[in-house]
């Protein structure tokens, strides 16, 4: 059964710091992609970030590259996202979820966690 465990969540203030963390485990996490999506209060679910399997390629939302990074630790079945600089509008629940494959990270994102609650307000 695959299972993620997201954690690292909480409330800054504007342009402080946050590090997520996910923890995989029910299918081998070094051959698959793997995400960030987001939902904030009264919105759809939308895509962050992504990263290959062997973490060769990396990607973003525009409005977070420069302030995010996607990374991850095969070795420990953990995927984190480092979130600098944040905004208000950063606020939301944030969720990792598996992509398709090792090279696609995909629009499916059902296979994910319960997220971690990230709330960033003066």
């Known amino acids: 059964e695959v299972q993620l465990v997201e954690s690292g969540g909480g409330s800054v203030q504007p342009g402080e710091s946050l590090r997520l963390s996910c923890v995989a485990s029910?299918?081998?996490?070094?051959?698959?992609?793997m995400m960030w999506v987001r939902q904030a209060p009264g919105k759809e679910l939308e895509w962050v970030s992504g990263?290959?399997?062997?973490?060769?390629?990396?990607s973003y939302k525009a409005s977070v590259k420069g302030r995010f990074t996607i990374s991850r630790d095969n070795a420990k079945n953990t995927l984190f996202l480092q979130m600098n600089s944040l905004k208000t509008e950063d606020t939301a629940r944030y969720f990792c979820?598996?992509?398709?494959?090792?090279?696609?990270?995909?629009?499916?994102?059902?296979?994910r966690g319960r997220g971690t609650e990230v709330t960033v307000s003066p």
């Open positions: 979820a598996k992509g398709p494959s090792i090279y696609a990270w995909g629009a499916d994102y059902s296979i």
């Open positions: 029910g299918f081998t996490f070094s051959n698959y992609a």
């Open positions: 990263i290959h399997g062997d973490a060769g390629i990396t």
